[in-house]
């Protein structure tokens, strides 16, 4: 009798034991499932995020996230008292090259010049994609000489890029650029040095295209 017990007792023990390591396993599942759920939806989540302040087709940041990213960037030259500066940018004659090679050959043509931009500036430089065929870039810690070589350090690099079109004919584009120096002691924001950079490209386009111009403070 106490025999049948023991093996009962052992049993009933066996039982337990299994029915907890069982129970482990399957919380253990459970939570790495719920782990695995949740670096998913914080991947998601940031990809959505830089949906949101990134533009799609040429991978810079959107307009949205300049004017945010403007702003810190500002309050941070006035505190520094350091220089700041603006670069517009805009592809001359490009409804003829969309009319002439296609508006899909004109989204090569803006990610080409997408690449360029990225490629020239540096981390800390702003680049963005501000409408159509216009980019606009933001350079901390740099003054207008700086500013003016990475400008035609970029019109350069775009002049002398040849690209292929379908019939593997050679195609070329130049840009206009209109640049400004942000004035730290008296802006309250970007905008003022975005509209100076803008009467600076409209300058350059009307003096005869693919070159810099700069409207100085004042």
Known sequence: ML????????????????????RYF???????????????LSN??????????????????????????????????????????VIMIDIDYFKKVNDTYGHKFGDTVLINLSNILQNLTRKSDIVCRWGGEEFMIILPKTDEEGTFN????????????ILKYEDNSDVRFTISIGMSQVDIQNDMDIEASINR????????????????CIKKIG
Do not use: C, P, W
């Open 26 to 40: 399957i919380i253990k599942k459970v939570n790495n499932k719920l782990i695995e759920q949740s670096k998913e």
């Open 3 to 22: 025999h049948l017990l023991f093996e009962l007792a052992l049993i009933v023990l066996f039982t337990i034991l299994t029915l907890i390591i069982y």
């Open 150 to 161: 990475i400008a035609e350090k970029i019109r350069l690099e775009v002049e002398n890029l």
């Open 44 to 85: 998601i989540q940031k990809e959505l995020r830089l949906s949101t302040f990134t533009d799609y087709m040429t991978k810079l940041y959107n307009r949205r996230y300049f004017s945010e990213i403007s702003i810190h960037i500002l309050d941070l030259a006035k505190r520094d008292k350091t220089n700041l500066s």
């Open 197 to 212: 950079a803008d009467e600076a490209l409209y300058k350059a386009k009307e003096s005869g295209r693919n070159k810099v």
